[in-house]
C-alpha cells in the first residue's frame, strides 16, 4: 500500500518502529525480528503475510523519507499514534520502542534521542505490562 492516505493505525505504527530501528543507520535481522513480533501483538488476527506487507511498505517509505530528508511523516505518525492510543497503550507502544532499540545490543545516542523525543510527544511513561488496544 504506496498511498498514505490509505494507511492504518498500523502502518503509522511500523513506521515510527522502523524509524526507530534505523535511528542507528541500519535495521538489523535482531531488531527486525522483534520489530514484528511487537507489531503484530497490535493485531494477532493479522495474516504473516499482511503483516510483512505492512512492514516493508513502512520500511520503504521510511528509506525513501530519508533520502529526501523527509522528516515530517515521521512527525505526523507519531502524532496520529499519540491521538489513536490511550495512556496505557501509548506506554505499551513506547516499551515497544525500547525492545526493538535495544535488540542489537546497543542502544545508540540516536535512537535514545529519538525515544526521548517519541516519548515527550505521546507523554508515555516506559514501564513494563501496559495493555494494547487493538489496531487494524
Excluded at 498500523?10 to 513506521?15: D, G, N, P, V
Excluded at 506487507?53 to 512527525?75: P, W
Excluded at 499519540?82 to 526493538?100: E, K, Q, T, V
Excluded at 525515544?115 to 515527550?120: A, D, G, H, T, Y
Aim: aromatic letters at 6%.
Amino acid at each position: 500500500m504506496a498511498n498514505r492516505d490509505e494507511w492504518t493505525e498500523l502502518h503509522h505504527l511500523a513506521y515510527v518502529y522502523a524509524a526507530v530501528a534505523s535511528s542507528d543507520g541500519s535495521i538489523t535481522n535482531d531488531e527486525l525480528d522483534v520489530f514484528c513480533k511487537k507489531l503484530h501483538q497490535w493485531n494477532d488476527d493479522i495474516e504473516a503475510d499482511q503483516l510483512m506487507q505492512i512492514v516493508m511498505a513502512a520500511v520503504a517509505a521510511l528509506g525513501s523519507d530519508k533520502q529526501r530528508h523527509e522528516a515530517g511523516y515521521l512527525r505526523q505518525s507519531v502524532e496520529l499514534i499519540a491521538g489513536a492510543l490511550d495512556d496505557d497503550s501509548r506506554a505499551a507502544a513506547l516499551d515497544d520502542l525500547f525492545a526493538i532499540a535495544a535488540a542489537d545490543g546497543t542502544l545508540e545516542p540516536g535512537e535514545g534521542s529519538l525515544l526521548l523525543e517519541i516519548r515527550e510527544a505521546w507523554r508515555a511513561d516506559q514501564e513494563d505490562h501496559h495493555s494494547r488496544r487493538r489496531l487494524g
